[in-house]
């Protein structure tokens, strides 16, 4: 599966010290995904929607994580990944 640049920016949104700027796991994805515009965003869902649906293991996840080069790393990967799916529009 290709994973798209737009994916790769919005991992990269969750930088060293911006969960400093919340208090909870979606506000710090909202966070995120306002760095992104709504066409961009759309495409991350289409990413996500496609790539969850495969259930791939956790370690396919966190690989798929690690290589858009994320300023953070989460214990529960489908979560986080899941969280972000589910706050864009």
Same mark, same amino acid.
């Given at each position: 599966?290709? #994973? +798209? ?5 919005? #991992?990269? !949104?969750? *930088? &060293?010290? @911006?969960?400093?700027? #919340? ?11 306002? !760095? @992104?515009? %709504? &066409?961009?965003?759309?495409? #991350? %869902? ?9 259930? +791939?293991?956790?370690? /396919? ?7 858009? /080069? +994320?300023? *953070? !790393? ?16």
């Amino acid at each position: 599966m290709v #994973v +798209p640049d737009e994916f790769d920016h919005v #991992v990269e !949104c969750f *930088y &060293q010290g @911006s969960s400093a700027e #919340v208090s909870t796991m979606e506000e710090w994805v909202a966070l995120a995904l306002r !760095c @992104s515009n %709504k &066409q961009d965003q759309a495409v #991350v %869902k289409r990413f996500l929607q496609e790539l969850l649906a495969q259930n +791939p293991t956790d370690a /396919e996840l966190q690989r798929i994580w690690n290589d858009a /080069e +994320p300023g *953070y !790393c989460f214990d529960n990967i489908r979560g986080v990944l899941t969280l972000i799916r589910d706050a864009i529009e």
